[in-house]
């Protein structure tokens, strides 16, 4: 699998912004969808938003028109920039990539990233 590192998340107010970043490990794998999940308190793990190595970008509804993910190919890195953030936004962020090699498919994650978001 693809090892992950996150960093970028920390304490903002309403309204605010941050932005996280993603980066994969070198490795033969090669990375066909990179994204972002969040898992808020006493919620389940919801999908934020992902991109394919096309350049196909997906969100959750709630966060459409605030977060935008991207994808630095030379620095292997996936990026989340937030936007106007709420309360709502507060949760353990988890980086994941969809890798392949030789045939076979992997779901890679990172160790979460706390986003609070302060009222």
């Known amino acids: 699998q693809v090892q992950l590192v996150e960093s970028g998340g920390g304490l903002v107010q309403t309204g605010g912004s941050l932005t996280l970043s993603c980066a994969a490990s070198?490795?033969?794998?090669?990375?066909?969808?990179m994204g972002w999940y969040r898992q808020a308190p006493g919620k389940r793990r919801e999908l934020v938003a992902t991109?394919?190595?096309?350049?196909?970008?997906k969100y959750t509804e709630s966060v459409k028109g605030r977060f935008t993910i991207s994808t630095d190919s030379a620095n292997n890195t996936v990026n989340l920039q937030m936007n106007s953030l709420k309360p709502d936004d507060t949760a353990v962020y988890y980086c994941y990539a969809a890798s392949s090699f030789r045939g076979y498919e992997y779901d890679s994650w990172g160790q979460g990233t706390q986003v609070t978001v302060s009222s």
């Open positions: 991109i394919t190595s096309g350049g196909s970008t």
């Open positions: 070198r490795s033969f794998f090669s990375i066909n969808t």
